[in-house]
Structures are given as C-alpha cells and as structure tokens.
C-alpha cells in the first residue's frame, strides 16, 4: 500500500474512534437536548410544519391588554402570549433562524418576525388593529399593527406586537376592533381600601403578609379582592362577596386593577397588574369577575367571548 495513503487511513481511523467516544460519553439528557433543539430548528425553519393547533379564540372574541413602550423609542407594543407546544429554546430559536434586527441599543434588541412565521406560534389574532381607551374608559384613537417583534431586554425577553402613534400611549387600553363600539359598556371602579379585612371579617385564615386590598359596590353588593401570603407564604387572592369567601387565586398578588369598557350579563372585567412577592415576576393580565355568582373568570392570552 502506498505509503501516504496508509498515514491517511490511519488518521480517519483515529478522528472517527473520538468522534464515537465523544458520543457515547453524552448522557441521555444531552441526546435528547439535542435532538429536540433539531427538531424545533427543522420545525421553525419549514414553510408545512405548524406548531400552534387551530385556534377558535378569533370567532366571536376580543383581545384586551395594556399597552407598553419601548424604552429607547417612541414605538408601543402590547405583550403575546405562546401557542401551546412550546419549549425553553422555541422563542430563540424562531428569531435566530427567521429574525432581522430593526434596532439595537444598550437595553434592548427589537428583531422582527415574519408575520406567517409568527402566527405559528405565537397567539397573534385580532391584533392587526386596535382600539385605544384612556383610564376614563373613553375612545382615544385606534392604531394599526406594525410588527411582531422579539424583544430582547436586560430584565426579560418576550414577543410583543408593536406600534406607532404620535401621542403617548403608554398605560393606555388596548381592545381589539372585533369589538362593535355600540356594545361599549364601562365596568364599575375597584377602590383601594385599608389591608384591615381579613381581621375586620375574622377571616379563618393566618397570615404572615397582607397586600392590596380593593372594594366595589355594585347593585347592592359588596365585592372585595384580598391579596395576602399565608402562615406557609403560599400566595393567594380572595374574592369576596358580602364578607364571604366565593372565590380564591393562588401563587401571586394583585398590585393594580384597571377597569375596562366591557360589562356583559353581569360580568365586569379589568386589566389587572399582577405579581409574584419577593421576585422580578410581573405580568398584567385580563380578569373578569361573575357578580352573580361571585367567582374570577379567567381568561386564555388576554382574550374573551363575548357573544
């Protein structure tokens, strides 16, 4: 054999025995990391693979939320929320592979994301335009959808859909325009109150913690919301309605309640400001609230039926 073909031979011989060894030193959780971050890069990067399930939330619903700015800009977005089917490395992963950065500063990188890629995975209707209300739950303006954007900043990353307007909308209502103005029905205020009820009503509970505490008088009732930490510092919110318990919420606390224009039989919604004691855990999110029966009704990304 000749002599250079030999030294080659067995050189290949010895890169693909530590090839094989590097391998089989990987533990199964490593494989599996590995595989499954393919599998989302080949699923992020196909025009026929939808991760998000058919979605019946747009027939007859509305999205609600909050609107936010972006630090660096004069741009305003409200937050998204994921499709089911998610992983840790999904969000990455779509705006490394489909992403073009349109700004980068010091605090933050907005990369925008192609529209069909988006709605793959991420919950995206109703918001291609949107009504605008002030604190007053009065019409402001409406506002058309720019982009959907990555939004990487020092405290958290997340997608959000992004807007533009020349006045300051910051804190401002956002509803969907699925929503016929006719229907416009004001929710009634909540009201800050002393954090002396559990001990007023001598609630049988021990607490280590009490936060907010809010009241609504309302047709002949009386509502309150609790927020307080137990002797266990499990976190919860309670609903009451004529100083009984009818509802609980557990693991965070309600820091704000923003009243929203939308009253239907007998339910009351609010955007609410929530959170998690002793962390960088903040979201809002759109609570409604059953007079009738007393209880919270929870809704899936900010969006309800309202027919």
Partial sequence: MNKSIYILLI???????????????????QLESIKKDSIIAEETNSDSILIKK????????????????????????????????????TPYLIAENHGEIIYEGQEMTRTNVPYDIAKRHLEVELLDSI??????QE???????????????????????????PIKLAGKIAISKSYDLKDLKKSPSFIETENTLIRDLKLDVETLNIGKTFKLYYEGDILNLISFSDEQYKHRIFLLKNGVVTDTLFEYYIGGMQPVPISLDNKIYYVVSSFVPDTDNSWTQLLGIDT???????????RLKYQ
């Fill in 54 to 89: 058919d979605s019946d939330i747009a027939e007859n619903a509305l999205y609600v939320g909050i609107i936010n700015s972006f630090y660096e800009s004069e741009d305003y977005y409200i937050d998204l929320f994921y499709a089911e089917g998610f992983t840790d490395n």
């Fill in 292 to 302: 009738e029966t007393g209880e919270f009704i929870k809704n899936r990304g900010n």
């Fill in 11 to 29: 050189v290949f011989l010895f890169f693909a025995s530590c090839d094989n060894k590097d391998s089989s030193n990987r533990t199964e959780g």
């Fill in 131 to 136: 009504y605008v209300f002030d604190e007053r």
């Fill in 139 to 165: 019409l402001m303006d409406s506002i058309a959808l720019q982009n959907i954007e990555y939004l990487d900043a020092m405290i958290e990353s997340k997608y959000v859909a992004s807007y533009s307007h």
